[in-house]
């Protein structure tokens, strides 16, 4: 170990976490490998370590021979002012060599909150901040993840964004870097080569102008860049990597369990769901499969918890089947099998019943919207009445915490849609003391809200973010109408939600506003102790920008967006035509019941698999 | 069913790995391994493991001892090798058999508390810092419970001492209570840099040597 490290880690909060020498962390030999590659997780480690996907791509990096990938994570303010004060340059956890030095630092960025964290990583890397000015191949600065959909606001810091799953395409890029440093090629002609490869955004060959306005005028490819960067998706989930051998962590983490990825993709369609709907298709793993991941994950890794993830688990189509191979192993070896993301219907909380035996951990659902007919404008296709069955069945079944999640301000809301939800608690209160069987126990019942955020590649990427004072009314409003004693009503901060909305379809001017911003001091956004949307106002205010145009402005149809060169396979056309339906409050069945005809089929060359 | 007492050496990478997450950490060693561990009876039946003497977290050790209970008989022999294949860098079992001893009979712990000097070590330091803790009584302040600051006299708890100087580097070997009550060997530097602050290290480092009994043969 370091020892300018060993001084600084009594100090800190949580020193395991800047350690590595987990169980199953990937250590090679140094004069053995050519190319290095350090993967960062523009958050914390505890936060990091729970992402299957990073670790799906840690597995697929270190199975390149002559590849090594090491983790690199944010660290917690205490630890940056140490390693700033002594001088130490941010480290990956394998090796403890410095960032600076690796060839290639990729971040994998899932929300847009983490883009301050992503530039202080590179800043306590010593690293120039912008592409522009690292001029060499190597360090290689590049990022993948659904942030990345609109990567604009990235755009001047990053060399190259990956758009879709990274399994096949991240080793495609090391590869072509290879290739490019084996061949001494300058860092413009591997950026038009890797431009090439089917996914691969390279913002410096795409030159945006803009109307008077602000709003783009064109985007125009240089150099041979295709027109629409099309995102990559893996087509076979039972070929697809799998991390059966992954890295316990010494310590705890947010999700500290096997992730059994179920399937990807989501057949609903909730209208304002961006992962609904740049992960199309959906996609399953074969029961047989999973049974098979399970048990050997369990038995690597020593966890006895195991979760099922996925979008909207209820829907994997052999859901019982598969819980009935997990269960027996799960008995015998003491493992608890969690399945979150259910749907509020009947059929999930018979299995939630089975599952769940002694514990009975609080169960959360989202009806996200207070009326049906905001609902069904949503496409948001669960029924009050499917949800006060799931509440009988959860209180006569011995659950006594419920957490409900609501969002306001969704298109076409009105105050009856947010007097709904109060009733929809009131209604709740009432199962609880018709059903319970146990009402010692009391009920908790949350209420929960958060101020919608409209996003790319949704039917709603069109829409103005309701105003802040609007989004005070109604939460006041709420907040008035919830009487019932057992109910706890939380709403979100405002602020962040505010700075979601304006990164999540900003362009790239914002570039410079995240730097005066990070120089400000912001750099853990994603925490709320650590948010000051001040700063960003500040620096707003700084690059003669103002936030309200990207966050509160509702888009034109012709409109080009930020986003415009970039394609997840669902077309605008089909999106518009969602969103014309949500002010019919007119529902689309989902994939499953009725193609619907987003443009994803392409992905499977015509029709989409939907069992 | 059998009692079975694992000694273990923690180090390097591993020393930041706190007591509770070292507690998970084995439990997910043996399932890996494929060892059942008995588990309590009743409601939340948890495995039956304890550590006989929990380590400070930045401490290293060559003598952990940890105790569990096993559904099969068995000695031990050969387990060390085999859960380590299955250890966090920086943890390493070095044998495995069947306690004779009770943890109680653990009266002292052998020590090593490195004082780091980056400007060179202080003349004279090692005869001060000796004439200190061998004194008639060594006072230092320490949190209790119930938070506040009392005055315990840490002298009685010292059994043994002997420095070595190298360069940079003052090494206190001791020998010092381990419990009823007992003192985090950390307390010898603390003391130091109480009552000679001009003699203040810039890092100190504990391991942990040995484990002894009242009599100060080895603990096993
Ligand atoms: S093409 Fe049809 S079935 Fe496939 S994802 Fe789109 S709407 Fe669903």
């Known amino acids: 170990m370091d020892q300018r490290l060993e001084r600084i880690l009594p100090r800190v909060q949580k020193p395991a976490r800047y350690t590595g020498g987990e169980y199953n962390a990937v250590m090679k030999d140094k004069s053995r490998v050519d190319t290095r590659f350090a993967f960062c997780f523009p958050d914390t480690y505890e936060?990091?370590?729970?992402?299957?996907?990073?670790?799906?791509?840690?597995?697929?990096?270190?199975?390149?021979?002559?590849?090594?990938?090491?983790?690199?994570?944010?660290?917690?303010?205490?630890?940056?002012?140490?390693?700033?004060?002594?001088?130490?340059?941010?480290?990956?956890?394998?090796?403890?060599?410095?960032?600076?030095?690796?060839?290639?630092?990729?971040?994998?960025?899932?929300?847009?909150m983490a883009y301050t964290a992503m530039l202080n990583m590179l800043d306590l890397s010593g690293l120039p901040l912008r592409a522009e000015d690292r001029p060499g191949l190597t360090p290689l600065v590049i990022a993948g993840g659904t942030a990345m959909y609109n990567a604009e606001p990235v755009a001047d810091f990053i060399d190259l964004?990956?758009?879709?799953?990274?399994?096949?395409?991240?080793?495609?890029?090391?590869?072509?870097?290879?290739?490019?440093?084996?061949?001494?090629?300058?860092k413009p002609r591997f950026l038009r080569a890797a431009a090439e490869i089917q996914g691969v955004y390279v913002p410096s060959l795409y030159n945006v102008s803009y109307h008077e306005d602000g709003t783009i005028a064109a985007i125009t490819p240089l150099d041979g860049a295709p027109e629409k960067v099309v995102k990559r998706v893996v087509h076979d989930m039972d070929k697809s990597y799998y991390p059966v051998k992954t890295i316990v962590p010494s310590t705890e983490i947010?999700?500290?369990?096997?992730?059994?990825?179920?399937?990807?993709?989501?057949?609903?369609?909730?209208?304002?769901?961006?992962?609904?709907?740049?992960?199309?298709?959906?996609?399953?793993?074969?029961?047989?499969?999973?049974?098979?991941?399970?048990?050997?994950?369990?038995?690597?890794?020593?966890?006895?918890?195991?979760?099922?993830?996925?979008?909207?688990?209820?829907?994997?189509?052999?859901?019982?089947?598969?819980?009935?191979?997990?269960?027996?192993?799960?008995?015998?070896?003491?493992?608890?099998?969690?399945?979150?993301?259910?749907?509020?219907?009947?059929?999930?909380?018979?299995?939630?019943?089975?599952l769940q035996k002694g514990r009975k951990a609080g169960l959360t659902f989202a009806p996200e919207a207070g009326t049906q007919r905001l609902r069904d404008a949503i496409n948001k296709n669960v029924t009050e009445e499917e949800l006060t069955e799931?509440?009988?069945?959860?209180?006569?079944?011995?659950?006594?915490?419920?957490?409900?999640?609501?969002?306001?301000?969704?298109?076409?809301?009105?105050?009856?849609?947010?007097?709904?939800?109060?009733?929809?608690?009131?209604?709740?209160?009432?199962?609880?003391?018709?059903?319970?069987?146990?009402k010692n126990r009391g009920l908790r019942l949350t209420v929960s809200t958060s101020w919608f955020v409209p996003k790319p590649f949704t039917a709603f990427q069109w829409e103005a973010q309701i105003s802040r004072a609007e989004y005070e009314r109604r939460v006041k409003l709420l907040r008035e109408a919830i009487t019932a004693k057992a109910v706890t009503y939380n709403w979100h901060d405002g602020d962040t939600s505010f700075l979601e909305a304006v990164l999540a379809r900003g362009d790239r001017r914002l570039g410079r506003v995240l730097e005066a911003a990070f120089r400000r001091g912001a750099k853990l956004d994603a925490w709320s102790d650590y948010f000051d949307l001040s700063r960003w106002l500040e620096a707003f205010d700084e690059c003669g920008l103002d936030p309200e145009f990207y966050a509160c402005r509702e888009r034109s149809r012709e409109e080009i967006f930020p986003w415009s060169m970039i394609s997840c396979y669902v077309s605008d056309d089909y999106l518009w035509r969602q969103r014309e339906l949500a002010y019919q409050s007119v529902t689309t069945p989902d994939c499953r019941t009725r193609c619907s005809g987003c443009g994803a089929n392409i992905v499977e060359g015509g029709e989409c698999h939907r069992g | 069913?059998?009692?079975?007492?694992?000694?273990?050496?923690?180090?390097?990478?591993?020393?930041?790995?706190?007591?509770?997450?070292?507690?998970?950490?084995?439990?997910?060693?043996?399932?890996?391994?494929?060892?059942?561990?008995?588990?309590?009876?009743?409601?939340?039946?948890?495995?039956?493991?304890?550590?006989?003497?929990?380590?400070?977290?930045?401490?290293?050790?060559?003598?952990?001892?940890?105790?569990?209970?096993?559904?099969?008989?068995?000695?031990?022999?050969?387990?060390?090798?085999?859960?380590?294949?299955?250890?966090?860098?920086?943890?390493?079992?070095?044998?495995?058999?069947?306690?004779?001893?009770?943890?109680?009979?653990?009266?002292?712990?052998?020590?090593?508390?490195?004082?780091?000097?980056?400007?060179?070590?202080?003349?004279?330091?090692?005869?001060?810092?000796?004439?200190?803790?061998?004194?008639?009584?060594?006072?230092?302040?320490?949190?209790?419970?119930?938070?506040?600051?009392?005055?315990?006299?840490?002298?009685?708890?010292?059994?043994?001492?002997?420095?070595?100087?190298?360069?940079?580097?003052?090494?206190?070997?001791?020998?010092?209570?381990?419990?009823?009550?007992?003192?985090?060997?950390?307390?010898?530097?603390?003391?130091?840099?109480?009552?000679?602050?001009?003699?203040?290290?810039?890092?100190?480092?504990?391991?942990?040597?040995?484990?002894l009994d009242e009599k100060g043969e080895i603990f096993r």
């Not at chain 1, 890029?173 to 001494?184: G, M, S, W």
């Not at chain 2, 060997?185 to 001009?198: M, R, S, T, W």
């Open chain 1, 161 to 186: 964004a990956l758009i879709g799953e990274g399994e096949d395409l991240l080793p495609e890029v090391v590869e072509l870097y290879r290739r490019a440093r084996r061949e001494n090629w300058d």
């Open chain 1, 254 to 354: 947010v999700h500290d369990r096997v992730t059994l990825e179920v399937f990807r993709g989501c057949i609903r369609g909730c209208r304002f769901c961006q992962a609904g709907y740049v992960y199309r298709p959906v996609r399953c793993r074969s029961r047989e499969q999973l049974a098979e991941y399970a048990q050997a994950s369990v038995q690597d890794s020593g966890y006895q918890e195991m979760t099922l993830s996925s979008l909207s688990t209820s829907d994997y189509p052999e859901l019982v089947g598969l819980c009935d191979d997990l269960e027996a192993f799960c008995g015998k070896n003491h493992v608890n099998l969690s399945l979150p993301s259910l749907r509020a219907d009947n059929f999930s909380m018979e299995l939630m019943q089975r």
């Open chain 1, 47 to 112: 936060i990091g370590m729970s992402n299957l996907g990073f670790r799906i791509l840690y597995g697929v990096l270190n199975q390149m021979p002559g590849v090594w990938c090491e983790r690199v994570f944010t660290p917690w303010p205490d630890m940056e002012e140490e390693l700033r004060r002594n001088h130490i340059p941010l480290y990956a956890l394998e090796s403890g060599d410095p960032v600076g030095e690796f060839d290639i630092i990729g971040f994998s960025v899932g929300y847009e």
């Open chain 1, 390 to 438: 799931s509440l009988k069945t959860a209180f006569s079944g011995g659950w006594s915490g419920v957490k409900l999640y609501f969002m306001l301000g969704l298109p076409t809301e009105t105050d009856e849609d947010v007097l709904g939800i109060a009733e929809m608690a009131n209604h709740a209160v009432h199962t609880w003391r018709e059903y319970a069987s146990n």
């Open chain 2, 1 to 211: 069913m059998g009692k079975l007492r694992l000694l273990f050496v923690k180090e390097g990478r591993a020393v930041y790995i706190s007591h509770l997450d070292l507690l998970r950490t084995f439990q997910r060693v043996f399932l890996r391994q494929g060892l059942v561990l008995r588990h309590s009876q009743g409601f939340h039946p948890h495995p039956i493991i304890s550590f006989a003497l929990p380590l400070s977290v930045g401490q290293a050790s060559d003598c952990e001892i940890l105790d569990f209970e096993v559904n099969e008989d068995m000695d031990g022999a050969g387990l060390p090798e085999a859960l380590n294949a299955f250890m966090p860098e920086g943890i390493r079992a070095v044998d495995c058999y069947i306690p004779v001893r009770p943890v109680r009979e653990l009266a002292r712990l052998r020590c090593r508390v490195d004082l780091v000097y980056d400007g060179g070590v202080p003349e004279g330091a090692a005869e001060e810092i000796k004439k200190l803790l061998l004194g008639e009584s060594v006072v230092i302040q320490k949190r209790t419970k119930r938070k506040a600051m009392a005055d315990i006299d840490i002298r009685p708890m010292l059994h043994s001492l002997d420095i070595l100087e190298a360069p940079g580097l003052l090494t206190l070997e001791a020998v010092v209570s381990a419990q009823n009550p007992g003192m985090n060997p950390a307390l010898l530097a603390a003391a130091a840099e109480v009552h000679l602050p001009e003699l203040a290290a810039d890092f100190v480092r504990v391991r942990r040597l040995e484990m």
